[in-house]
């Protein structure tokens, strides 16, 4: 399974790219896990709405077709790390790949989050997008450490 975080904003702090870099490393082989990121759209005296379509443009070119399509939203369905693992599991068995999408600044286009397979929420609280790479990926493994048993997750 291959499991691809694509993320709106190429710079993110050194702290936050080591964090992520830690994580991203110990999936095991059978787990993929990819970074895309996808450059914001300038915001100069473009729309709202130009804004968000150009951003989805680029988000979807890095999606390959028949790709299973997590997007994350703020409104989105909450999860526990637990039914996090559960749903990874979910896509595992169904041998399908999966890209979790991140907004960039406005978040994402209206109709790309409604055309999503599904839309998860990662917190309550706002959150600045480096810091959402490294929480996701940090779940993700904590998730997957689950469903095998590994002990980087105690209940």
């Given at each position: 399974?291959?499991?691809?975080?694509?993320?709106?904003?190429?710079?993110?702090?050194?702290w936050?790219q080591?964090a992520y870099?830690?994580?991203?490393?110990?999936?095991?082989?059978?787990?993929?896990?990819e970074?895309?990121?996808?450059?914001t759209?300038?915001?100069?005296?473009?729309?709202?709405?130009?804004?968000?379509?150009?951003?989805?443009?680029?988000i979807e070119?890095?999606i390959?077709k028949?790709t299973?399509?997590?997007?994350l939203?703020?409104?989105?369905?909450a999860v526990t790390?637990?039914?996090l693992?559960?749903?990874?599991?979910?896509w595992?068995?169904?041998?399908d790949?999966?890209?979790?999408?991140?907004?960039?600044?406005?978040?994402l286009?209206?109709?790309?989050?409604?055309?999503?397979?599904?839309r998860?929420?990662?917190?309550?609280?706002t959150?600045?997008h480096?810091?959402v790479?490294?929480l996701l990926?940090e779940q993700?493994?904590?998730a997957w450490?689950?469903t095998?048993?590994?002990?980087?997750?105690r209940?």
């Amino acid at each position: 399974m291959r499991l691809t975080i694509v993320a709106v904003g190429q710079k993110v702090p050194d702290w936050a790219q080591t964090a992520y870099d830690d994580y991203a490393k110990r999936f095991p082989p059978e787990l993929k896990v990819e970074l895309k990121a996808v450059k914001t759209e300038p915001r100069a005296s473009k729309t709202l709405e130009n804004l968000l379509a150009a951003e989805r443009q680029r988000i979807e070119a890095v999606i390959p077709k028949g790709t299973r399509i997590v997007a994350l939203d703020e409104r989105g369905t909450a999860v526990t790390t637990v039914a996090l693992s559960a749903r990874l599991t979910g896509w595992q068995l169904g041998g399908d790949d999966v890209a979790i999408v991140i907004g960039g600044p406005d978040g994402l286009d209206p109709a790309f989050k409604q055309a999503a397979h599904e839309r998860l929420r990662l917190s309550d609280l706002t959150l600045p997008h480096a810091m959402v790479r490294v929480l996701l990926i940090e779940q993700l493994y904590r998730a997957w450490s689950i469903t095998v048993n590994h002990p980087y997750h105690r209940e």
